[in-house]
């Protein structure tokens, strides 16, 4: 075949690829034998939107598909599965080191050479996504991408809810074990939010592995996945490329049996939330995983993205972010929760209102700045003595505690504790107020009587130290 003019015969992006046949039913070079017009200006016109992300900027017929592009495990397996297993590709894509959106068809070419496949590769670039090409998939993949979008959109419980869908891509993969993982890049930590084990008698879960250094493997999975959009492992092949690329993973990888991965990252607004891998997966079923979590991953990408903002805005409306204890705000949701019934009433609770002595005097004497670390050192004073309260800034100057199930006798012990301590003029110093009913009585009217408590100490003490009133 004139390989030639069969793709000039093209007007999108087209060129021919070759592909060597091995007798182990592996391959060797991968080639690109001939372009059309509009390919090789793809390369070589530098007002070409993919020009400046080729290697090499000279097109020369049949040379190494590396010679333009990276070592691309993903690529190779198209080009695998069209030339040799003659089976038409077609994927919508954004890989990490290009700026634009790729639409791919591959499709199958006669050969007379019984150790050569070759294919057809035709390609669009578009800047932005089209919506309508990543709903263009099969219905067993758009079955599979819906159902997980359907849990997604009718969760009460976000954890519950994730762990069931990465169990059924765990099914889809017919893996090991598959997870999603969360990465935090400023903090570098991470940390599973689901996890799906086949066998948990001869598989650890990731916990196991989550430990000092484990956050440096993950901060190298970018430069492995190598600009593509997934990292797909298969055979001892790949693994040989993994070994290359990422010598320290692939000893961890092997030291714990793992012989094919899939890892896919998370994105949201061009940033990294985390990953979804899974480990000894079932190799016939590639494709489709890939099809699949393609689509499915920017889904959960976008869930994670919502959940965490939501989290954040939940911090911000309950948090004092001076002191990092509770504020006014939840206090009031939390006595509310309890009174309307829509918290379970404790039996047994003690209230305690704390306020602090001096703060007036230390913001009018040495500053705001001096003042605010005092209400911080309070706060963390109180979280050190009361250790399993809910502590709140109530005010000001004011803190309120509720305790649940906590000992009458230790709660009092431990507040004339602080209460004698408070009268040392170097220590931080409190005047306060302890309520206690074992008798699932009105939170409410328990706070009242810890608040009147709380005045009847502070009047004790500026009666017993007036150089110490506020002015």
């Known amino acids: 075949m004139d390989f030639q003019k069969y793709v000039d015969n093209f007007e999108p992006m087209t060129c021919i690829i070759s592909i060597e046949k091995q007798d182990n039913g592996g391959y060797g070079d991968i080639r690109i034998v001939a372009g059309n017009k509009a390919y090789v200006e793809s390369i070589e016109d530098p007002h070409h939107v993919s020009s400046s ?43 990490e080191r290009y700026d634009f959106w790729i639409n791919m068809v591959m499709m199958p070419l006669r050969s ?13 670039l578009t800047i932005n996504s089209n919506v309508d090409m990543m709903a263009n998939t099969s219905a067993e993949i758009a079955s599979a991408v819906i159902k997980t979008c359907i849990k997604l959109r009718s969760t009460e419980n976000f954890s519950e809810t994730m762990n069931e869908i990465i169990c059924d891509i765990r099914e889809l993969c017919g893996a090991d074990q598959c997870c999603i993982l969360l990465t935090d890049f400023k903090k570098r930590e ?7 084990v086949y066998d948990e008698s001869r598989t650890k879960r990731m916990d196991f592995y989550i430990k000092e250094g484990f956050f440096d493997v993950v901060e190298s999975w970018k430069n492995t996945i190598a600009g593509s959009s997934c990292l797909i492992v298969q055979d001892e092949k ?25 890892l896919f990252p998370l994105k949201h607004n061009n940033e990294v939330l985390g990953y979804i891998w899974s480990v000894n997966f079932d190799i016939e079923q590639t494709i489709r995983i890939k099809d699949t979590l393609e689509i499915t991953s920017y889904f959960i990408a976008s869930e994670i993205a919502n959940y965490q903002l939501l989290n954040k805005l939940e911090i911000l409306s309950s948090v004092d972010l001076l002191t990092g204890i509770y504020n006014r705000n939840a206090m009031n949701n939390r006595v509310f929760g309890i009174t309307s019934g829509r918290e379970p009433s404790p039996q047994k609770f003690g209230i305690i209102f704390a306020d602090l002595n001096g703060l007036k005097q230390k913001n009018d004497e040495e500053g705001h700045v001096e003042g605010d670390k005092l209400l911080k050192g309070a706060a963390a004073l109180l979280k050190k003595t009361f250790p399993e309260c809910e502590i709140y800034r109530a005010g000001g100057d004011e803190f309120m505690l509720i305790a649940i199930d906590v000992c009458e006798r230790v709660l009092k012990e431990r507040v004339e504790k602080l ?3 408070s009268e040392n003029p170097d220590n931080i ?33 500026y009666g017993k130290y007036p150089e110490r009133k506020h002015r």
Request: one cysteine or more; aromatic letters at 12%; a negative charge.
């Open 419 to 421: 209460r004698k301590d």
């Open 429 to 461: 110093s409190f005047a306060l107020g302890l309520y206690c009913d074992d008798n699932g009585g009105d939170i409410r009217a328990a706070m009242r009587t810890a608040d009147e408590r709380m005045y009847e100490d502070k009047k004790r003490y």
């Open 238 to 262: 790949d693994m040989q490329v993994l070994k290359e690329r990422n010598p320290v993973w692939y000893d961890s990888l092997r030291e714990a049996d793992v012989n094919s991965v899939v």
């Open 112 to 124: 007379d050479d019984p150790n050569m496949g070759y294919c057809s590769y035709s390609q669009e």
């Open 53 to 95: 992300s080729m290697l090499d900027n000279k097109f020369v017929p049949n040379s190494l598909y590396e010679k333009y592009i990276p070592k691309d495990l993903n690529f190779e397996d198209s080009v695998y599965n069209c030339a040799v297993k003659k089976k038409i590709m077609h994927t919508y894509i954004h890989p």
């Open 190 to 196: 991470c940390s599973v939010l689901a996890e799906s």
